[in-house]
């Protein structure tokens, strides 16, 4: 079946360092492929997309490579933030999918001064 | 300014006590769907509706009712709820012109307990 696989938190890192949040999928067909984000105390907002191979989404310096090869989609910053402390999940939709996303578990960062 | 509202935020309720969460959305999606969140698993979607009077089962729809009679509403009835329905629940609308790329917009979370 479809599904999304993401690396098990929580991360911790300190600010400034590199982050690196892996994520595989399966899926039949072609997927759209998303990273949502929720901070504490909210809902889930979207952080980036990517609708096509090697297409890159990327928004507040987070970036993200659609790379049907290794079906695979991880998530990158250069530099983190405290405000960056959160929880992120990939996801996917397909056409055939009645619009439905279909979840990782999610990651948690926590980005300490 | 464009949103998804739920309410409540938080309700603690026992055992067999009806209750609704309500989802309003001002966008004029065509889409609206519930799910729930759970720790390690990602979110799961109860329902969905692709349009007014058009609902549907997601992948754990057990102890769940829906109903869409207006297209900005679409409130998530537990008839008689039971501890195992404890969980965060995140109501999202969409649009559905733009293929699968489009996205979805989230509430804010309905975090229920069930004693």
Redesign the interface.
Known sequence: GNSVTQMEGPVTLSEEAFLTINCTYTATGYPSLFWYVQYPGEGLQLLLKATKADDKGSNKGFEATYRKETTSFHLEKGSVQVSDSAVYFCALKFSGGYNKLIFGAGTRLAVHP | EAQ?TQNPRYLITVTGKKLTVTCSQNMNHE?M?W?RQDP??????IY?S?NVEVT?K?DVPEGYKVSRKEKRNFPLILESPSPNQTSLY?C?S?S?AG??????Y????TRLSVL
């Open positions: 998804v889409y769907s799910y390690g698993l990602g979110l799961r979607q969905y692709m549907d997601g995140f999202a969409s559905l293929g699968w790329g489009n996205i979805q989230f509430g804010a979370g």
